[in-house]
């Protein structure tokens, strides 16, 4: 503690974020004790070390919690005494305040917020609710309505929007220390008001409660994070604390935390590559090249423009590359009319993107990402060719999903330059990136494309190069699964519906009609050694819509028909090329249960899973999670299918697999990482004892 014209200053050092660790909040309490004592000390101010506030609670220690490996930490004593402290309290905020961190602030008597810092209660996120007071002090400071649309959403607020709210008292332009402490000095005559004291008005909240059931569909914490808000409504402060107590730790210990937990520190433990030590410096990337105006080039160049790199795009004709600007500048469009930005934004962001006939320029970008047609003879000619172009250090990137990296790269004089850079369509939207690792491909250039994921606000997996890399491997058994359970009497608007209800973002037949049914097609007749296996059954409803011109919604029709609002609808048609194929096949139809569907669809993806990891084309349980969970569209707070697979019992599961595998054949043949269920492990355990 150091004192500055009588002001105490207290800084919280527990890097990287001060997450209140156990220790922290005891050495506040005994810093706060200390200034109270001193008589020079007229106000205290406590401040962030380094680049932040406080994150929160410690999530480390709340997941232990979640497991029963430890106690949930409780902060109340020490906010209490924060509170109670008859000198005033100044909460300095910088960076972000996020969950135990701001109901640390609030605990406080006032609080000042650097611009640009951030505030919020994001509790939710992690499957649970505030557990500091949060959803009892927030009401008293911002109103009813405010908090609980904020402990609902856990989206945070900009220090701008705080002051509006009367969540903090000024906001400090010039150095935050500084500013609390001239704050400081202008309050430390008055009585320290409490936030407890205050009173929070009754609000009708039945509006957030139906927008919430829709955007946190299948969600425990926000829908209980509203009830505890409106308790303060109703209780006085201690009580609302009881109650929000009280739920805070049933849902401590439940699956959606354990899942959303997992999916938190999962998407950083992806950006730790195996191998890979933190020494190998990416090569710089500030300018790009784009191959291909297509959707997917498109797109990307967006996701380049939209952080400020500048991306030149060239095609080989001059109505390709109109076409292609012109699809982003309606992207771009339709965002404006979102109100998700502003005209002047899309001018600078289109100004970033240069369209282009050849290659002129190419010579000095960083970083060029080829995403033409999904040809190896188109790709491996286009790659000798960038390698004339390319400077000697340029990363040179294939979007392909399908393709072999290796052989792509081997078209260059430079394969260790070559990587794969998967992206999702909507490439500007979808936050998954598989990067793919060739057999050549140098540590830097990996390091690269990581931190080119990065840059973008994306999301890097690192996978090995093979045929569907980790995501599309994975969903062929999967979607296999759901078509053979439409051949034996489910409907296709059904197994979605299982699917959906399990907590899907959509059901694989409605995946198939966006993504184009006519795709699957030609991938499955490019790959025929992979996809026909002597004695293997193969779906054959999908190929026929085909042949039908039903390529799904493209053609306004597939497994479902829709309506000029895109709806899908059953459609009367396919159920009975449905009937008629299956009648033709031999394959006796029935009911199936929900149970059934969500089964086999799910474990089919899990065994798969199983084969990819033992494969070594995933380093890690948690890298197909991530995957699945940023771009699959597979639930966070299922924690992915590895994870999932953990929480039901591998072996439960294995048990199912073999059960099906005596039924329905060998393609249900237990991956050989079933061993794990036999040793009653999880393949959490997997990851951990390889790390
Ligand atoms: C809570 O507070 C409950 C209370 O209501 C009740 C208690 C009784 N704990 O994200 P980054 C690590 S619940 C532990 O890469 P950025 C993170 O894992 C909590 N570790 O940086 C990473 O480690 P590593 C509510 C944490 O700058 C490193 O810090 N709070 C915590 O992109 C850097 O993180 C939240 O949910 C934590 N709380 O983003 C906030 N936070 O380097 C969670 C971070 O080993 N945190 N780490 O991979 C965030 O949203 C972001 O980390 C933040 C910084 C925006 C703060």
């Not at 299982?498 to 993504?515: E, H, P, Q, S």
């Amino acid at each position: 503690m150091a004192t500055r014209e009588g002001v105490a200053i207290i800084t919280i050092n527990n890097p990287p974020v001060n997450a209140l660790s156990h220790g922290v909040p005891e050495g506040l309490e005994t810093a706060i004790h200390a200034a109270n004592a001193d008589p020079g000390v007229h106000a205290i101010v406590v401040i962030g070390g380094g680049r932040t506030f406080v994150a929160g609670a410690d999530i480390n220690e709340l997941e232990k919690a979640a497991y029963g490996q430890a106690e949930l930490p409780d902060l109340h004593p020490a906010l209490n005494m924060i509170e109670a402290s008859p000198k005033p309290v100044v909460m300095a905020i910088h960076g972000t305040a996020l969950g135990g961190g701001l109901e640390l602030a609030m605990a406080g008597h006032y609080r000042v917020a650097a611009a640009g810092s951030q505030l919020g209660l994001p509790e939710t996120k992690l499957g649970i609710i505030p557990g500091a007071g949060g959803t009892q002090r927030l009401p008293r400071l911002v109103g009813t309505a405010k908090a609980a649309e904020m402990c609902a959403t856990g989206d945070p607020i900009p220090a701008r929007d705080a002051l509006a709210a009367g969540l903090v008292d000024r906001v400090i332009e010039g150095d935050l220390l500084t500013g609390a402490i001239a704050f400081a000095r202008e309050i430390q005559d008055r009585t320290p008001p409490r936030t407890r004291d205050r009173a929070a008005a009754p609000a009708n909240l039945d509006a957030l409660r139906e927008q919430i059931k829709k955007s946190r569909k299948h969600q425990h914490a926000p829908l209980v994070a509203i009830e505890a808000v409106e308790a303060a409504t109703a209780l006085d402060f201690d009580a609302g604390c009881r109650h929000e107590k009280e739920v805070f730790k049933k849902l401590g210990h439940g699956d959606q935390a354990k899942a959303l937990m997992h999916a938190f520190f999962g998407e950083r433990a992806v950006a730790k590559v195996p191998g890979l030590g933190k020494d190998v410096a990416p090569y710089p990337v500030t300018s790009v090249g784009i191959v291909g105006a297509g959707t997917m080039g498109g797109g990307i160049a967006m996701s380049f423009a939209n952080v400020g790199i500048p991306v030149r795009i060239t095609d080989s004709s001059q109505e390709a590359l109109d076409r292609g600007m012109g699809v982003i500048r309606k992207n771009y469009e339709a965002s404006i009319k979102r109100g998700r930005l502003t005209p002047e934004a899309m001018e600078q962001r289109l100004a970033l993107i240069t369209p282009q006939l050849g290659m002129a320029g190419f010579e000095q970008v960083d970083l060029i990402v080829e995403a033409v047609f999904e040809s190896l003879a188109l790709k491996k000619e286009l790659f000798a060719a960038l390698d004339q172009v390319a400077k000697p250090d340029c990363v040179l990137a294939t979007n392909t999903s399908t393709l072999d990296v290796d052989a792509i790269a081997r078209s260059t004089s430079r394969p260790q330059m070559v990587v794969g850079l998967h992206f999702f369509s909507p490439a500007n939207v979808m936050r998954l990136v598989e990067v793919v690792r060739g057999e050549a491909t140098d540590g830097r250039v990996l390091a690269t494309a990581m931190a080119v994921a990065k840059a973008l606000k994306k999301v890097g997996v690192v996978v090995r190069n093979g045929f569907g890399f980790v995501g599309n491997r994975m969903m062929f058994p999967y979607m296999f699964e759901a078509q053979f359970l439409v051949e034996e009497g489910s409907t296709p608007a059904e197994v979605d519906a299982a699917l959906t209800d399990f907590g899907m973002a959509m059901g694989i037949f409605g995946v198939d009609d966006m993504a184009g049914i006519d795709v699957m097609w030609r991938v499955k007749r490019e790959f025929a050694d992979i996809f026909e296996k002597p004695g293997e059954r193969r779906p054959l409803v999908a190929d026929r819509l085909c042949a039908m011109g039903r390529m799904g919604q493209k053609t306004g029709a597939g497994w479902y028909r829709y309506d000029e609002s895109r709806k899908p609808l059953p459609d009367p048609i396919v159920l009975e090329l449905i009937r008629k194929t299956a009648a033709e096949a031999g394959i006796e139809q029935r009911e199936i249960s929900k149970e059934e569907i969500v089964e086999r669809c799910v474990y089919a993806l899990i065994n798969e899973g199983a084969r990819v990891l033992e494969e070594g084309r995933a380093a890690r349980a948690v890298d197909i999670d991530i995957v699945y969970l940023t771009g699959y569209g597979f639930p966070a707070w299922r924690g992915g299918p590895m994870f999932h697979a953990g929480l039901v019992g591998l072996d439960k599961i294995h048990a199912r697999i073999c059960e099906f595998e005596r039924r329905h054949g060998p393609r249900w043949k237990p991956a050989p990482l079933a061993r794990l269920a036999a040793e009653k492990k999880t393949f959490a355990d997997y990851d951990a004892e390889r790390a």
